[in-house]
């Protein structure tokens, strides 16, 4: 029999008092491709970074590589922190929109060339990955002003360009559309052709064909499954019915909520959007749907008043022409939005109350005193979501899967006419994606309206009624939806 | 022009020194009333004006830039950033006479050609703002008798600014009404407007005078912000190299501790910079320290003597007609040093080792931090004012150090803070050479725990605890700091 790959000897793993990983035992041999999946919050991540050498451990991990390739082990993590040219992250949410001559990060070509010239690739052997991806425009754009999406994609670009005779990648497909998942599937079956072992941390069902190893993990240990059908389920929720004061209907201040004229933006000579014309009345429920990069991004940060061109456009937001004395707090005052850049640049030292409390103010962390009234809703919606156990936990140190549970709780709390939901379910399993739509269901019940930014036409909440479809920064389809989109 | 401080009779020069009242946000509910609908031209567009204008316009105020016309010409960097953001830009002849309140925001040293240009096109009435008040206070700039003069300061890089406010807070500010030009008594209520703007009165705003700024600002810059970190930087690193530290392990150990060790002093003050030591450590730390204030309190007097007198701006002033003679000089001489010309190592140090193994550089903070402060209450400045020109800046100014050292510290700040920092480290580094020769790396180098059993005298401990923790910069930055507890804390690399 062949030397295992990776030898892992009763790991061990502590978060204070919380056991995610006991004694478990994992050899990976050459050419024997897993999926990890199972439930979030099982110690997945935490299984792939001990492997990685980036989490502390209790056990043995020891690697057999072959001498021929010198690219041994990549990590891709779920999250990806860039940085600028000094090295530090001192970036800001929404940040990318406001234009300032300041060159922080390198473009992604530099970025590229110098991961090259690191790992002494060939530029050529990534052009089909950058086409397939869909890179070529963004070469000289800056990295922090990638799309998370984008970013992802670069992540995977490297990765499938170093060729490493071990590639763990914690969920390959989150933030990719269906069009670049279906490339990124093709490739890893490449890959594993050309020698690579793959182990994808992920819970989806729409694997590559190179998969025959499926585990997750239980109790802290490592359990096989026959399949990815075969991944225990998340414990059923129970039904709760929604807090009383998610169940009043918000008062609209115009049944136009957002009107947008031939609205435009440029980055230089790159356009980003092209003569949107859109509309969207009180109660209306809309998809919108587009590639990474097409724009929607962009389109939403209008809405939510964080991008500065939106001055030199002919945009009315809830009955006000922007532009004409309005502050944007004024705004946010009316809408709640989730997206994962929002996510992205949340307060690292927000616990999850806060989080949830900072939504009254649409201010990212908690800087004011709440009042009994709000701190009782706070609880409410606490419960609501099952995270009352969490409450005084940072944020960024619960599973995924919750932290996007609670961002959606802060984005609701205050009962807003409009909904924005920019990609709520990225990183969410199958489970947590239906509850999370079952749930956007049962508020939207209550007279909200809705603009819902999602991929995958299976996982998307049944009361969308409309769509607009984004290509290129164009609207390509602005459409009634008739039967249920399912 | 002469210098304005030294043209008031002395019970006017204490009156202005001492103002000095903290505002909490309960004082700002008329919001941006007091100039909402008004005209408003920022003059210069680099990383406070940009930042500014964005919060302000985010605001539902009127802003557009003045800029020099040879900029607009050669679609210089600040006028593609005013345009990029789809800002109305303008030569001051084409913009100027329209404003109700221009915002002076280009470097210190360009103030009085800018303010000689701006000030004949101001319309009758209006308002002009400055973010500091070196170009008053030291160079004399008269304004005309019917414009109003205010100060509005951010305490924080630009960049800062913009991002405290899209995440909907703020960044500590300083706010002022020159007495001499607030003719229909309507400079706070603006002041305050622009502050709210701006983001600032979520974080704690300070209303102080042109001249408690001036007085209190370069005595900050000189001494404990920009002078005390280099001087302690290169004593530091030369040390350890000396004793046979690894360089890479001196360098990044200083480079990225000065980071670090500040950053417990902005959450809990010097009470928790301490704090982080062991209870030995601590004791030793404390005596080091008064050492340390009692070689280097001379140097700190004269430095708020000479400021006071009007003899710094005076002598800096002849660098700058001298084309920056003495500046360029010396800002060469920084880039030669051995600290800037050692790469940090690669090697990790954990966030605690910062604290443990460079026991000499908590000191030399502490040290540093009380003496600005001590001296600048001494000399007339209230100890709020004292407190933001102190302790507060320290770990923004560590930053800097910790992205690029010290050459980009010097690059960052101004250059009157840069000319200082000099002056500064030139006096103090022969001033501590007999004491420095008494240094082990068990107090910079290695960890001072190491060796000993910990412990230590109840009484000794009872004391040195004490006489940290009722420091006046302890007790006045507890309160000012509640007002800013919501800080985005610095990232570490």
Known sequence: ?486 | MANYFNTLPLREKLNQLGVAEFMDITQFGDGVNALKGKKIVIVGCGAQGLNQGLNLRDSGLDVSYALRKEAIEQKRDSWKNATDNNFTVGTYEELIPAADLVINLTPDKQHTSVINAVMPLMKQDATLSYSHGFNIVEEGMQIRKDITVIMVAPKCPGSEVRAEYVRGFGVPTLIAVHPENDPQGKGLAEAKAYCVGTGGHRAGVLKSSFVAEVKSDLMGEQTILCGLLQTGSILSFDKMVEKGIDAGYASKLVQYGVEVITEALKQGGVTAMMDRLSNVAKIKAFNVAEELKQIMRPLFQKHQDDIMSGEFSATMMADWANDDKNLLTWRAATGETAFEKTAAGDVKIGEQEYFDNALFMVAYIKAGVELAFETMVEAGIKPESAYYESLHETPLIANTIARKKLFEMNRVISDTAEYGCYLFDHACKPLLADFMTTVETDIIGKNYNDGKDGAVDNQELIAVNEAIRTHQVEQVGAVLRKAMTAMKAIKTA
Request: hydrophobic content about 40%; aromatic content about 10%; some cysteine.
């Open chain 1, 1 to 486: 029999m062949k030397q295992a790959m990776v030898h892992s000897v009763n790991l061990n793993l502590k978060y204070g008092s919380n056991t995610v990983l006991k004694d478990l035992n994992w050899q990976i041999f050459p050419g024997q491709h897993w999926v990890i999946g199972g439930p979030s919050g099982t110690g997945k991540t935490s299984l792939a970074k001990a492997l990685a050498g980036v989490n502390h451990f209790q056990g043995a991990i020891s690697f057999h590589y072959q001498p021929e390739n010198p690219h041994h082990l990549l990590y891709v993590s779920n999250w990806y922190q860039f940085t600028n040219l000094e090295g530090d992250r001192n970036f800001y949410y929404q940040q990318r929109y406001n234009k300032s001559q300041v060159k922080e990060t390198l473009s992604v070509y530099a970025e590229l060339q110098h991961y090259a010239d690191t790992e002494n690739l060939l530029f050529s052997d990534a052009e089909a990955h950058l086409k397939a991806f869909g890179f070529e425009n963004f070469k000289e754009a800056q990295l922090f002003e990638l799309s998370s999406g984008e970013h992802k994609k670069l992540q995977l670009i490297k990765a499938l360009w170093l060729k490493p005779q071990l590639l763990i990648i914690d969920q390959p497909y989150t933030g990719l559309d269906a069009q670049s998942r279906s490339y990124l599937n093709t490739a890893f079956d490449q890959l594993a052709a050309q020698g690579t072992t793959l182990v994808l941390l992920a819970s989806d069902q729409d694997l590559p064909s190179c998969i025959q190893h499926f585990a997750e993990i239980k109790d802290g240990k490592l359990v096989e499954r026959a399949s990815a059908q075969a991944f225990s389920k998340a414990p059923q929720r129970t039904k709760k019915s929604l807090p009383y004061f998610l169940q009043q209907a918000p008062l609209v201040a115009s049944e136009i909520m957002v009107r947008m004229k031939d609205v435009s933006i440029n980055y230089g000579a790159k356009q980003v959007l092209k003569n949107i014309n859109w509309e969207v009345k009180a109660g209306e429920k809309w998809l919108l749907q587009g590639h990474n990069g097409s724009g929607k991004s962009t389109l939403l940060s209008l809405i939510n008043a964080d991008h500065p061109q939106a001055y030199a456009n002919d945009i009315t937001l809830f009955g006000n022409k922007r532009g004409s004395g309005e502050s944007i707090w004024e705004i946010k005052a009316h809408l709640g939005i989730i997206s994962p850049e929002m996510h992205w640049y949340f307060d690292p030292t927000a616990k999850v109350w806060q989080c949830i409390a900072s939504g009254f103010f649409d201010s990212v962390g908690l800087f004011q005193n709440l009042g009994y009234e709000r701190q009782q809703k706070v609880n409410q919606i606490l419960d609501f979501f099952e995270l009352t156990a969490y409450k005084d936990q940072l944020l960024n140190t619960l599973p995924l899967g919750k932290q996007r549970l609670a961002l959606l709780a802060r984005t609701i709390i205050k009962n807003p006419e409009l909904l924005i939901l920019d990609e709520p379910c990225q990183g969410l399993d199958l489970e947590q994606t239906t509850h999370f739509n079952a749930v956007v269901d049962e508020l939207c019940g209550y007279g909200k309206t809705l603009i819902y930014v999602g991929h995958f036409e299976t996982q998307l909440p049944s009361c969308i009624e409309k769509k607009l479809i984004l290509e290129n920064g164009a609207v390509i389809a602005n459409e009634t939806i008739f039967e249920s989109v399912i």
